[in-house]
């Protein structure tokens, strides 16, 4: 497939529709530049897991693969909810 772009005054290109929508890429989608002996640039989106979207860290991550998941969504709300908010004692 081959498309048409243009430099603006600030160094950005316009990837156009038919491209972005073949290649997946949407607002925020990150790409690796490629620049080959022949002056030919290619780019490569970067994939990224479930977990870096939603911005679970590592620890975080890890904990919820050892640990089943709630198949009820209304229990995985109370349990997110339960561990980001503890309850406080009257007087504290």
Known sequence: ?????????????????LVREAMGLHYGSELTI???????LEFKPIKKNLSDFFGMGA????????????????????????ENNPVRKKGS
């Open 59 to 82: 620890r975080k991550a890890q904990k919820y693969r050892k640990k089943e998941a709630p198949v009820d969504i209304d229990e995985a709300i109370t349990e997110a909810v339960s």
């Open 1 to 17: 497939m081959d498309a048409k772009t243009t430099v603006s005054a600030k160094g950005q290109i316009v990837i156009p529709k």
């Open 34 to 40: 490629h620049m080959r002996a022949d002056n030919v």
